[in-house]
């Protein structure tokens, strides 16, 4: 169900977002929320002709990266966070849109904090993520690695199946840019576009 032009929080299932990014072929808007102390990031999908909801799923770890496929109805998310002693920790995250599942894919318990998500195809993910830890590594936290994993068919990629061997790869800098202000940006053009549309078309809300 969606909104009515009246609403104004109809991103209410997030709150404060924290990073943002849109599907146009789809018509879906990914947004993330910010974690606070012991609460689950929420990661909501809406349909941008309605503002409805239609997926909404939490992360353990702050999300720091969002991608949708450019064919399969998946939301790739890259989290993480450091431990606050050693550890570069997080999660890759696969968001089935159509049945909500979400699978953790990255084997090591501790996996890795996900920077950047890129679908190059539609059977290969970058992944920019921190260096494991930062024992002796000065440049951990403005630097990091990059991946190409390769799947035929992601849909049917199955948990904690990406192994340290399908995550290596070169060093070079990784920025952790703030997407704070730009996810409040893209919220408030999507809804602004939406609430254009519904007053020309008032029938159709």
């Known amino acids: 169900m969606g909104v009515t032009a009246a609403d104004p929080h109809p991103f209410s299932a997030v709150e404060e977002p924290a990073l943002a990014v849109r599907d146009e072929r789809g018509g879906l808007l990914a947004v993330a929320g910010r974690r606070g102390y012991r609460v689950p990031v929420p990661v909501a999908v809406y349909d941008t002709s309605d503002l409805s909801c239609r997926v909404l799923v939490h992360s ?16 790739a998310v890259g989290t993480g966070r450091y431990d606050g002693g050693y550890f570069f920790e997080g999660e890759l995250l696969l968001l089935h849109l159509e049945t909500s ?11 890795r ?3 950047e998500l890129e679908w190059v195809d539609e059977h290969a993910l970058r992944i920019l993520m921190a260096p494991p830890d930062d024992w002796q590594d000065k440049q951990a936290r403005v630097e990091g690695h990059v991946a190409v994993v390769h799947r035929d068919d992601w849909a049917s990629v199955l948990a904690r199946s990406l192994t340290g061997r399908d995550l290596a790869g070169p060093r070079l800098p990784a920025p952790r840019p703030d997407g704070r202000e730009a996810a409040r940006q893209m919220l408030v053009e999507v809804t602004e576009a939406w609430r254009v549309q519904s007053a020309d078309h008032p029938a159709d809300l």
Request: proline fraction near 10%; aromatic fraction near 6%; glycine fraction near 4%.
């Open 101 to 111: 599942e979400t699978r953790s894919l990255i084997e090591h318990e501790i996996g």
């Open 113 to 115: 904090q996900v920077l």
């Open 60 to 75: 353990r770890f702050p999300v720091h990266a969002m991608a949708f496929h450019p064919a399969l109805p998946l939301l």
